[in-house]
């Protein structure tokens, strides 16, 4: 099955700054990827998506980049603000489960 | 819409006790999701259904556990008997596709 690697697990950034959250997936197959967003407390909330077909996707401060070839994803958030400051998951599917990574907690100090 | 929707948000029972979750899912998507979330286990998924009918129970930890879906408005996870170990937080999900899946707020569960 799917297996989803993803790191840091921890991530401290000066507010401003970038943050950079990468993953990788085991199963070529995979075609769908999501980032979540998990506030404390409260529920998984989908920020960003990408699919197979798509390099790049951006939407305001955040992007996220797919390299089929290397089966890696990362996602990167600009001019970092203190509400960013949460958890942040990376999920893989091939359209049956998704496989989701173990989380990073990115705080983004004022 | 109201998105979707779980209950009860907090659950405390005894050990030995039967627990029921129950979820609401957007109205028109037609997959659902249950997932379990703990610190040291992350985000698993336990089993997903499409179109009322259960599809995967593989992450289904073990017989304690069954979901059902009479109706494509409705599902139920229950835990009979519980066991200290599930105490977790319980994630519904729904979803149009396969693809964007929306969660609800989750049922805490506490098992003592």
């Known amino acids: 099955g799917e297996n989803v690697e993803q790191h840091p697990s921890t991530l401290s950034v000066q507010e401003g700054d970038s943050a950079v959250i990468k993953c990788t997936y085991s199963?070529?197959?995979?075609?769908?990827f999501p980032w979540y967003k998990q506030e404390l407390g409260k529920r998984p909330q989908l920020i960003i998506d990408?699919?197979?077909?798509?390099g790049e996707k951006k939407d305001q401060r955040i992007a996220v980049t797919l390299n089929k070839t290397a089966k890696h994803f990362s996602l990167h958030i600009t001019e970092t603000q203190p509400e960013d400051s949460a958890v942040y998951f990376c999920?893989?599917?091939?359209?049956?489960?998704?496989?989701f990574g173990a989380g990073t907690r990115l705080t983004v100090k004022p | 819409d109201a998105g979707v929707i779980q209950s009860p948000r907090h659950e405390v029972t005894e050990m030995g006790q039967e627990v029921t979750l129950r979820c609401k899912p957007i109205?028109?998507?037609?997959?659902l999701f249950w997932y379990r979330q703990t610190m040291m286990r992350g985000l698993e998924l336990l089993i997903y259904?499409?179109?009322?009918?259960?599809?995967?129970d593989s992450g289904m930890p073990e017989d304690r556990f069954s979901a059902k879906m009479p109706n494509a408005s409705f599902s139920t996870l229950k835990i009979q008997p519980s066991e200290p170990r599930d105490s977790a937080v319980y994630f519904c999900?729904?979803?149009?596709?396969?693809?964007?899946?929306?969660f609800g707020p989750g049922t805490r569960l506490t098992v003592t």
């Open positions: 990408i699919r197979s077909n798509v």
């Open positions: 199963d070529s197959a995979s075609n769908y």
């Open positions: 109205s028109g998507h037609d997959y």
């Open positions: 999920a893989a599917s091939m359209g049956n489960d998704m496989r």
């Open positions: 259904f499409n179109n009322n009918v259960p599809i995967d």
């Open positions: 999900a729904s979803s149009l596709s396969h693809y964007e899946q929306y």
